[in-house]
């Protein structure tokens, strides 16, 4: 079990500077569009995509990607 303690501590390490820019990245996107919520689509049991706008691009475009 320390064994995956540690791998789960070294993890942690690397995903959360990566999760912290998503997030920041995220958020500027949110605002500059005037967005209430963005929402990850795979985690959403439906979405209207004509009454909808996918920011992914956009949130890419921010991270550098």
Known sequence: T???VILS???E???KPIME???AAIKK???AGGYVYI????SVLFINDALSV??????????GI
């Open 2 to 4: 320390t064994q995956v």
């Open 9 to 11: 501590d070294t993890f």
């Open 13 to 15: 390490e690397f995903a």
């Open 21 to 23: 820019k998503l997030d």
């Open 29 to 31: 996107v949110a605002v």
């Open 39 to 42: 929402m990850d689509k795979n």
């Open 54 to 63: 996918d920011v992914t691009s956009d949130i890419k475009k921010e991270l």
